[in-house]
């Protein structure tokens, strides 16, 4: 298996701009996590997709951001406008829901976002 | 509410040198307890996790850690680092009540030559 893909790895877009990030899970996994690393905050969780399904979208800072997956192997992460703040690593992973490993989560590679 | 702390921010030790990187957590039950790794760059990779059963448990790269309930610990642990081992590492656990993981805040690893 390929893991899970994300494009693009790399971002750099102006102030006001729109950014859409996107995200592969492994195959046949069910549920599917976006997170924000930055130095002062660390892993943050933004949202959290079981079955295609948003389950807990807690963590997305405002509405700036919003998050689809459309069907079970395709997920974004939209930013619009993008600011200064948004500026971080974002992640993808997924997790299968087989008893016992549902915790374990696979991290794509990330996309490094600045935001000018 | 439920945490996790790893209160080493940074750890330098030399090659060849024992580790030992702490993690605790605050949680009312047995846990789902994990370590994972990310080197400079790259995503996070799962190094070992503890769902049940024996509380010393082998991961890869070398790494083991071991559960202890009377102390809220899962302690990672190595016996002769290398230089390839430098890297942040994150201790987190599963809540029994949904699918999400408590994070630590990372500890980052420096190997001195």
């Known amino acids: 298996d390929a893991g899970v893909i994300q494009s693009p790895r790399h971002e750099v877009t102006e102030m006001g701009q729109e950014v859409t990030l996107r995200c592969k899970p492994i195959?046949?996994?069910?549920?599917l996590f976006w997170y924000r690393q930055t130095m002062m905050r660390g892993l943050e969780l933004l949202i959290y997709?079981?079955?295609?399904?948003?389950?807990?979208d807690s963590g997305m800072p405002e509405d700036r951001f919003s998050a689809k997956m459309p069907n079970a192997s395709f997920s974004t992460l939209k930013i619009q406008p993008s600011e200064p703040r948004d500026s971080a690593v974002y992640f993808c992973a997924s997790s299968p829901t087989t008893s016992g490993s549902i915790y374990e989560q696979f991290f794509g590679p990330g996309t490094r976002l600045t935001v000018l | 509410a439920q945490s996790v702390t790893q209160p080493d921010i940074h750890i330098t030790v030399s090659e060849g040198a024992s580790l030992e990187l702490r993690c605790n957590y605050s949680?009312?039950?047995?846990?789902?307890l994990f370590w994972y790794v990310q080197s400079p760059g790259q995503g996070l990779q799962l190094l070992l996790k503890y769902f049940s059963g024996d509380t010393l448990v082998q991961g890869i790269k070398g790494f083991e850690a071991e559960f202890k309930r009377s102390q809220s610990s899962f302690n990672l642990r190595k016996p002769s680092v290398h230089w390839s081992d430098a890297a942040e590492y994150f201790c987190a656990v599963g809540e029994d009540s949904n699918y999400q993981l408590i994070w630590g805040a990372g500890t980052k690893l420096i190997i001195k030559p």
């Open positions: 997709f079981n079955n295609n399904v948003p389950i807990d």
């Open positions: 949680y009312g039950a047995t846990p789902y």
């Open positions: 195959s046949g996994h069910n549920s």
